[in-house]
C-alpha cells in the first residue's frame, strides 16, 4: 500500500478508493463478464497498477479526458479518481456501448464517490466535440483507434494508448493512413507492453 502511494503520490483515502474498486469488480465479475478471469489473479497489478501508470503522461492543465471503451473502467476510472484529489478540474468521460458495462461503472462512481461522466453510446454516435485527452486501452488497433480519435483531436490533444508486443507493427501500419508525432515509453506492468503517447494526429491528405 506504501510502496502505492508514494509511487503515485496519492493519498489513503484515494489508495482506499482503489481498493473499493478492486472490491466491487472482484463482485460484479461474478454476475457479468467484466475482464478476463485469468487476469483476477494478478488483478490489481493487471488492472490498478497498469492504469495508474498512465497519469503521469497526462499534459498539466488538461481540462478535459475522454476514454474510449471503458470497459470495466480501465484506464479511465482509475484516472478519474486518482484526478479527484491531484487535478479536481480535469472531467472524465468514460465511453462504453455495452449497457451492463455501465451500470458496473455507474455502481462504482457511486460507491467511490468519483464525479466522472459515463456516456452509454457507440463512440460514433457521440456529439464531437475537441477533448484535451485520450485514453483507451486494448479496444482496437491504432489505425483504427485513429479513425474514432479524429474527431474528438485538435492539434493539441494527447493520446496515451497502452499497447502490447505488436506495437511496432500498429505504428508503421498506421503510418500509412495518418501523420502523428508519437513517444514510446516502457509499461511499469508488462515486458513487452508499452505505453504510446501521441499528438499532432492528422489524416493524410486532409489538412
Not at 492543465?61 to 479536481?88: C, R, Y
Not at 465511453?95 to 463512440?123: F, G, M, P
Request: proline share 2%; net charge positive.
Amino acid at each position: 500500500m506504501k510502496n502505492f502511494m508514494e509511487k503515485y503520490n496519492v493519498s489513503r483515502e484515494t489508495f482506499e478508493q482503489l481498493k473499493t474498486y478492486e472490491s466491487l469488480l472482484r463482485e460484479w465479475q461474478n454476475k457479468f463478464n467484466l475482464v478476463s478471469n485469468s487476469s483476477l489473479e494478478d488483478c490489481w497489478n493487471r488492472h490498478f497498477v497498469d492504469s495508474a501508470q498512465l497519469f503521469k503522461y497526462i499534459p498539466n492543465g488538461a481540462k478535459t479526458l475522454v476514454d474510449f471503451g471503458s470497459g470495466a473502467g480501465f484506464p479511465g476510472m482509475v484516472l478519474a479518481i486518482m484526478a479527484k484529489e491531484k487535478t479536481p478540474y480535469l472531467k472524465v468521460s468514460l465511453i462504453e456501448s455495452i449497457t451492463k458495462k455501465t451500470l458496473y461503472l455507474n455502481e462504482v462512481k457511486k460507491i467511490c464517490r468519483v464525479d466522472v461522466e459515463i456516456i452509454n453510446q457507440r463512440i460514433e454516435n457521440i456529439k464531437k466535440e475537441k477533448v484535451d485527452v485520450i485514453t483507451s486501452r486494448a479496444m482496437t488497433s491504432l489505425d483504427n483507434l485513429f479513425n474514432y480519435t479524429k474527431n474528438f483531436a485538435s492539434s493539441k490533444t494527447t493520446c496515451i494508448f497502452p499497447k502490447g508486443k505488436k506495437f511496432a507493427e500498429e505504428i508503421e501500419e498506421a503510418k500509412k493512413h495518418w501523420s502523428f508525432h508519437c513517444q514510446i515509453f516502457d509499461s511499469e506492468t508488462s515486458e513487452e507492453g508499452k505505453i504510446l503517447v501521441i499528438s499532432h494526429l492528422l489524416k493524410k491528405g486532409e489538412k
